[in-house]
């Protein structure tokens, strides 16, 4: 019998996609960035961009386009037209107003542990956003809470599970990313899944094997159940 009690989920690109329409816009800076310089150069700006603003701005969609913008004009020295910032501005306003694509299985899955274990869910981001696709998603019921953080370290996670009472060594995250939804939870000596989704930001990429009797990885949340199972 598995001594887990509390199921932690994440939510982007681990129960709906999202880095998806991320990368997809990005594509559109560097065509339209194409005049002043090569697609590599673009990207390398604009990543250190969002790393140097995401203290300022947090993680989320206003950030991520404010840093565009900011990048087009410096990328361009000023010549950036009205037009294209214009353009960089509905890319991100898209972004926060189209349809959630949530996974296959999520619900059923949600559903298999809702009466067992206590069910959470740990986002971060921009509150307004994260909270609109909470809503959207109409998940939130299987949910003891859903929560939005600023950042997914061992600091906020402790403090959280302190404010509501868990304990990490009963407890599994699952989620897609290793440095915001693994290696932390570890770190405080809970469990966790790791679900990789097709593409990742680059402030969320962390480099080297993980070997440890509470890491787990699934190519898809339909297995979890499963996963559970053998614990
Ligand atoms: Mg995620």
Redesign the pocket.
């Known amino acids: 019998m598995s001594a887990i009690e509390v199921i932690a989920f994440?939510?982007?690109?681990?129960l709906w996609h999202?880095?998806q329409m991320f990368q997809d816009v990005q594509n559109r800076l560097y065509a339209m960035m194409a005049t002043y310089a090569s697609k590599d150069e673009v990207a390398a700006h604009f990543h250190d961009m969002e790393v140097k603003n995401v203290r300022l701005f947090g993680y989320g969609v206003k950030g991520f386009t404010l840093s565009m913008i900011e990048s087009a004009i410096e990328i361009s020295a000023g010549q950036v037209s009205a037009a294209d910032i214009h353009e960089i501005v509905m890319l991100g306003k898209r972004i926060l107003d189209a349809p959630l694509n949530i996974f296959p299985a999520v619900e059923t899955v949600l559903q298999t542990f809702k009466d067992d274990y206590r069910l959470l869910l740990i986002?971060?981001g921009d509150v307004l956003d994260q909270r609109n696709k909470i809503e959207k998603s109409g998940l939130e019921t299987y949910f003891e809470r859903t929560l939005v953080v600023q950042e997914k370290d061992v600091a906020t996670y402790r403090a959280l599970f302190a404010e509501h009472g868990i304990d990490p060594q009963r407890l599994i995250m699952v989620?897609?990313?290793l440095k915001?939804?693994v290696l932390p939870i570890l770190d405080l000596g809970g469990s966790a899944v790791h679900i990789p989704?097709h593409v990742t930001a680059h402030f969320?990429n962390v480099v080297g094997r993980i070997n440890h009797p509470g890491f787990f990885e699934l190519t898809k949340i339909a297995d979890f159940p499963e996963l559970m199972k053998s614990l």
């Open positions: 994440d939510a982007d690109d681990t999202t880095e986002t971060k989620g897609n990313s915001s939804d989704y969320e």
